[in-house]
């Protein structure tokens, strides 16, 4: 099967990491800290949002609603909407966080529903908790916030070098918003400035979906199987610095400014919109209903060892590939096939199917050691006959929606599979043996000839020669980068626009054997 990888030898590196997690104390587990299990509010069909969805639900029997948030200002503002429209509840799960400009914005919203009385829990990765923990720190100590921390490095019983051979390569990679257990946004933005067309070095082209009906309570009891889980600590159990209660006050009262200053902006305007109840009763949030189901891995995973470890969002995607007749695409960031990867995508081209591949460029990457992997079985891929493309780090068109002034650099963040223009897969899995055995990831499965048409024209959009380098093959077997650049078609014979630390980076990085670790 081909998600089933085969590991490549690990060096000196790895036993070093091996050497350091030898012979440290062992983490009291998450239910050794006063800490009280709490699980998804039922029966919120009584709230706004469930009395505005109630009569589509009941004309489309077992289905869910979907709609797509292809940019990052619409990303944005939906969060804040359903948030602003919470009345019982908000659930948010994210590998990594930030308090920088959207990030503000956002915190502030739930600051503001908490203090209506919605409870608010919050699960964060440890990855970047450092770019968040005055925030988290502040938001924990407010009435109706709890947060809480998976697989953190240490706590405040521990040495910082606990587990540090495991806490670095298993990490909690889900996305995902719920509010009212009746809507929910899933796919691969993290929350930060530059997963919502902010970011003033570089931003992500990215797609999440809302999802409503049914399936949020499926997204529901998996936000709560790892809310309760034996990895989830709460965050006042860490090393985390003691603040003082002025220098909370000080934070609230800086989310507080920071809104009224964006209110009060041109683009301010739109986070006064019309409630989401209202827009959704109205339909003019328009929803795509569809069969639906939710491949999520169980928090245990990263307690596993890395070759008995399975990957529900790969094994379903093995599934749905199996029965393809025609297609299927993929659009990954990050993409390590490895070798059994490599063998598994040509031989669904050699039966007929067309496998067409979107990841990013080296120019377009944020990630040069992935890339570095990738780069050992581009090759292979294209010999094979699969159709592979790699996104060129340009702004995205004039008419994109934006609050913010971002940057001029642009990369690929999204994670999608579509099998036959019929089944669609969004979420937070990559293509890569860090998502298949280390991390744990999420995905939703729609079944939508509706979406998978968007989802189509958007990748015909960025994998045109203007957004895209093709890669190919050379009659004398090389590779080529083909192009069009200023109306005319271009050819590359190395790594387009990267630059020459780049390509000297990645070359150092592809001599490591960690392709099975990336």
Known sequence: MVLELTPRPRRVFILIIILLSTGCATRPLATDYPRTPSYTIAGTQDTALGKSLAPAIKAHPGQSGFHLLTTGTDALLMRISMVQAAERSIDLQYFSTRDDTTGKLLLEAVLRAAARGVR??????????????????????QPNIEIRVFNPYATRDQSVFSRIGTVFIRRMHNKVLIVDNQTAIMGGRNLGDEYFDAGQDINFRDVDVLAAGPITGKISKSFDNYWNSDEAYPVKVLNLPDLDPEVIADLRYSLHQHWEEVLHLPSGKRLRGMPLAQQLKNRQLPLIWANAQLAADTPEKVDQPKDASESQPGIRIDQLVSDAQHEFIIITPYFVPLDDGVKWLNSQVARGIDVRILTNSLASTDMVPAQAGYSHYRAALVRGGVELYELKPLQPKPDAKTMFKGSS??????????????????????????????????????????????????????????????????????????????????????????????????????????????
């Open 120 to 141: 608010v829990r919050m699960l964060l990765d440890d990855w970047n908790l450092d770019d968040f923990k005055l925030g988290a720190i502040a938001l924990n100590a």
């Open 409 to 518: 650099q642009h990369g690929l963040h999204a994670k999608i599979y579509m099998i036959d223009r019929r089944s669609l897969v969004i979420g937070s899995f990559n293509f890569d043996p860090r998502s298949i055995k280390l991390n744990t990831e999420q995905v939703l499965v729609i079944q939508s000839p509706e979406l998978s048409e968007k989802v189509t024209r958007l990748f015909e959009q960025i994998t045109a020669p203007t957004s895209s380098f093709h890669v190919m093959l050379t009659e004398t077997g090389a590779l080529t980068w083909v192009s069009e650049e200023h109306g005319k078609e271009v050819y590359y014979d190395f790594n387009p626009h990267a630059g020459f630390w780049r390509n000297v980076t990645t070359s150092l990085f592809s001599i490591l054997p960690i392709d099975d670790e990336l």
